[in-house]
DNA sequence: AGAACTCAAGTGTGATCACAAACACCGACC
DNA sequence: GGTCGGTGTTTGTGATCACACTTGAGTTCT
């Protein structure tokens, strides 16, 4: 069976192919256009995406390099299929990483932005209210994004992105399940935003770390996580 | 003046010319080979592979992609110049995730790598008594990331790799000031396996954590950041 | 009928070529 | 002498092609 995906574009500028087939296929990623297991051929991706298989082979083996999809030995592309023990990996790292990006940007936020983020963080609760749930994921991460690029450490904010990356085609299965969780429960960005209107950038990253813990462990509960996966990085091929 | 830099070679298996090239290219990064700022053309990296430019190309990208290298908008490499404040930002992420992996390797430690491991800090020891920076900084290496590959993350074992790779090329022009400093400050690598011994985990990862902070604060003091670096610019071997 | 084999289509890899933009160098001019 | 402009070179990009390996379906043999 050969799917050829519909790659969403995106509003590129003059950016070489190479990137541009980059960067479509990191967002078509994160949201979860591709179902975890699918395999991404380069002429077919080159294909979907109206170019040669060059740019299409360079911005796969890109983002096989930031683990955001898997590399079998022979050289074909999966969509990763997040492992119970991989989810936990992504989420300690990101219970460490994303609380340092809040405490950097608590020392640089304005009201300006404070106010722009309470706006997102409203339109996140209507989402739910409404019963959207891309919207509600959407709301989700402008908020959080929102605030680690205020961190200016752009190496950590791509850090941060390449694990949301990963954790894509899992949460897109997800979506209706978090949203469905008791709102108290839920997030904790307006008490976030509280604290760091008064200057409180510790406990606002506690928070944070405290919501990534909790929606970990509620994940782990509610997902059913296969049994096998997430294949090995690429080694030694067997040539003869 | 076209200067070739010798790229030492690894024990490639079987692998594709495109892996060994990003491998070769990174192991000559994180070792200090090229000299920060220096440009890596496609073409010339080629030769000095031994390759046709393409996997030279999409090896660049890949460094690129982890920002292990600097791309211009014009798509030519720059091996970073570390500001003050990058590596500051480095620092940071690394007083966080390192600390990580040790939780994570202190429960599945076993006594025969307890032992290896401390075999490694009495090489880092002479090491320094010798006077010799490489072994020092290879040792050291050596000893961490031994101990982070125990942690069964291969995530976060990469994205630490990342941050040392960027860190390169200051090491290296660091390496004399990094082997002077009084042995009593320098590390904490001999408690830190004895807290391992006794199931401490956390215990030894707060000394990690003191130990890179406490290196920070003494690079950001020892090492001219804006300028151009101390040591004269360490000349790649021409090849040709 | 089941298993091993064969072969053709599909795959990733890497070299080569064409092209346009960026760059460096050198002379002419103010 | 310093600045500007033109020109030849070098650069990154992307398409195309050849090749070896993988894969899977169809066939044949036991």
Redesign the interface.
């Known amino acids: 069976m050969t799917i050829t995906p519909y790659i969403p574009d995106i509003d590129a500028g003059d950016l ?1 192919l ?1 990137e541009r087939a ?1 960067l479509r296929l990191r967002q078509a990623l994160m949201e979860g256009v591709f179902s975890p297991g699918a395999k991404l051929s380069i002429r077919r991706v080159a294909e979907a995406l109206g170019t040669s298989p060059m740019p299409a ?2 911005a796969l ?2 983002l096989a ?3 955001a999809v898997d590399a079998l030995p022979s ?1 074909t592309v999966l969509v990763p299929r997040l492992t119970r023990a ?1 989810f936990q ?2 989420s ?2 990101r219970a ?2 994303e609380p ?1 990006a809040i405490r ?1 940007a608590a020392t640089r936020l304005d009201a300006r932005t404070l106010d722009a983020l309470a706006t997102v963080v409203a339109e996140h609760d209507a989402a739910r209210a409404a019963g959207k749930p891309e919207v509600f994921l959407q709301k989700d991460r402008e908020f959080l994004f929102g605030l680690y690029r205020q961190a ?5 904010f ?2 941060i992105e ?1 694990l949301w990356l ?1 954790r894509g085609p899992l949460f897109w299965d997800a979506r209706w399940i978090l949203m469905g969780r008791p709102p108290a429960a839920a997030h904790r960005h307006d008490q976030m935003l509280a604290a760091l209107r008064r200057g409180a950038g510790d406990v606002a990253a506690q928070e944070l770390k405290v919501e990534i813990e909790r929606m970990t462990a509620f994940l782990l509960e509610a997902l059913p996580f296969e049994g096998q996966a997430a294949a090995a ?2 080694q ?4 003869r």
Do not use: F
């Open positions: 070489p190479e980059y082979r360079t083996r890109r390099t930031e683990q050289g991989a990996e992504v300690a790292i460490e990483l340092l950097l200016g450490a752009p190496m950590l791509s850090m390449a990963r990085p690429r030694a091929r067997a040539r």
